[in-house]
Nanobody, 125 residues
């Protein structure tokens, strides 16, 4: 049974930083594309960043230059380093795992099979 457990969310002031973590069990993160998504109220789930098996990454335009996705294969853990946070980054963030080694452009939520429960990020102005 695949489980993804996120942590690292919290409350920060604008301009601050947070690092999200996602520990995977029952799933080998090294083999597949994994990503981070966020749920904007009133909108569909937005792809934030993704990392493929070969380490290549993609980012949403809204976070390029501020967020960095990475993974630690030994720990089977996915990370999202978020710097220069803005109030509009406030929402719940979800870790997701696909069954493909490469990541689709976007990233697109439909391409991901497994999802974590999410971790809340709140940025105050």
């Amino acid at each position: 049974q695949v489980q993804l457990v996120e942590s690292g969310g919290g409350s920060v002031q604008a301009g601050g930083s947070l690092r999200l973590s996602c520990v995977a069990s029952g799933y080998t993160a090294t083999r597949y594309c994994m990503g981070w998504f966020r749920q904007i109220p009133g909108k569909r789930r937005e792809g934030v960043a993704a990392i493929a098996r070969d380490g290549s990454t993609i980012y949403a335009d809204s976070v390029k230059g501020r967020f960095t996705i990475s993974k630690d294969d030994a720990k089977n853990t996915l990370y999202l380093q978020m710097n220069t946070l803005k109030p509009e980054d406030t929402t719940k963030y979800y870790c997701a795992a696909s069954t493909w080694p490469t990541c689709s452009a976007g990233p697109r939520s439909a391409d991901y099979v497994y999802w974590g429960q999410g971790t809340q990020v709140t940025v105050s102005s």
